[in-house]
């Protein structure tokens, strides 16, 4: 155990050779061991966060598949204290607690429209392992390693990310605050800035992790009458607590409703959701699932249907965050109820309890 004052000065810069950090290198089918790795220098707009919380995603989980044989620092929901800024980072000052959210150029028209989330540079930032310009961020022994995933890499104790992506979040503990970077953001996204159900209308969730989860407490809170389906008990006692009806399958009698989310990708469940829609209803679909998908296009078409899908929410996140952390404060949004905290190093064990069901959102604190 290493004392609090060593671990801070694990981040300081070494003359030209940036900084020696701890990172879980992921590898096959394991998402990582611990080791040192060097954090290249921060540039132009990047900064350095000190990581006190990071979410595990099924991003991340479907990522590493993704990635085969090659070694990899992912985790893409990291919170923590703005430690050194770059050249040209705008917005921060070092002591901020900031949520990195996903990468996003800033310059393409979705982008100053508004959704970064469809940024057209969106692959290279957020999925190549590295910068823009193709630099490493990361080493370990010297070499390079994948990094920069979704403009962070934050299962490590302290990664490099753009300051347009960061978000502050003032004194929001860092474990409530990390899930808000995609998890919470999407989920609640997609109800507030793609559904737009009104109160009194009736939204179908189907699947209840940290997702579908954020999402019914979002609709909750504006109003909205939402029906959870969801295999896992505890999830569906936690949401039937905060007014949620619950069902365990979409197979159970479901009266009709106004607006439906996917969180799960699977095409009978798609089906089994259009079929309950309303006329003039609208799916919005967030989860990756088979690429392709039956559809009843007659159905869809006579019955005035709306198919979605969407994005980290469709959100701006410098916008969005903010508003979901004030839903937080204004005890609107129990987000603080769906986390649960583990040790860096027990990454397995926390992904092993998601898949169970024993946990809703497992967030990793490099600090414990
Ligand atoms: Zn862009
Ligand atoms: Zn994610």
Redesign the pocket.
């Known amino acids: 155990m290493r004392t609090e004052k060593e671990q801070t000065e694990d981040h300081r810069p070494r003359s030209g050779a940036g900084t020696t950090v701890s990172v879980l290198l992921s590898r096959g089918t394991t998402l990582g061991e611990l080791v040192e790795a060097e954090l290249d220098e921060p540039r132009d707009d990047e900064v350095v966060v000190r990581v006190e919380a990071v979410g595990i995603?099924?991003?991340?989980l479907l990522a590493r598949k993704r990635l085969g044989s090659r070694t990899a620092v992912l985790g893409?929901?990291g919170c923590g204290i703005v430690e050194r800024l770059g050249p040209g980072a705008e917005g921060l000052s070092v002591g901020d607690r900031v949520v990195i959210a996903f990468a996003s150029c800033g310059e393409c028209a979705p982008c100053r429209s508004g959704f970064p989330g469809y940024c057209a540079r969106s692959t290279v930032l957020n999925g190549s392992g590295r910068r823009q310009d193709g630099s490493p961020t990361l080493r370990v022994g010297g070499e390079p390693v994948f990094g920069s995933f979704?403009g962070q890499s934050s299962f490590a104790t302290a990664v490099l990310a753009r300051a347009r992506s960061c978000v502050p979040v003032g004194d929001l503990p860092p474990e409530v605050a990390a899930p808000l970077g995609?998890?919470f953001l999407?989920g609640a996204g997609a109800v507030l800035n793609v559904l737009r159900p009104r109160p009194g209308q009736r939204l179908l969730v189907a699947g209840a992790g940290g997702v579908g989860a954020a999402a019914a407490l979002a609709a909750l809170s504006e109003g909205v009458e939402v029906v959870v389906a969801e295999p896992v008990e505890a999830r569906r006692a936690l949401l039937a607590a905060y007014g949620a009806t619950a069902v365990a399958s979409l197979d159970e009698p479901i009266p009709p409703v106004t607006h439906a989310l996917d969180t799960t990708g699977r095409p009978e469940v798609i089906a089994r959701a259009l079929s309950l829609l309303r006329p003039r209803g609208a799916l919005a679909l967030v989860g990756l699932g088979p690429a392709e998908l039956p559809l009843d296009v007659r159905s869809l078409t006579m019955r005035g249907l709306r198919l979605i899908g969407s994005v980290e929410g469709d959100a701006e996140p410098g916008v969005f965050i903010p508003e979901l952390i004030r839903r937080h404060r204004d005890d609107l949004l129990p987000l603080d109820r769906l986390v649960t905290t583990y040790p860096l190093d027990a990454v397995e064990r926390a992904v092993a309890d998601q898949r169970a069901g024993l946990t809703l959102k497992a967030v990793l604190l490099p600090r414990a």
């Open positions: 995603c099924h991003t991340d893409h929901e979704f995609c998890g999407t």
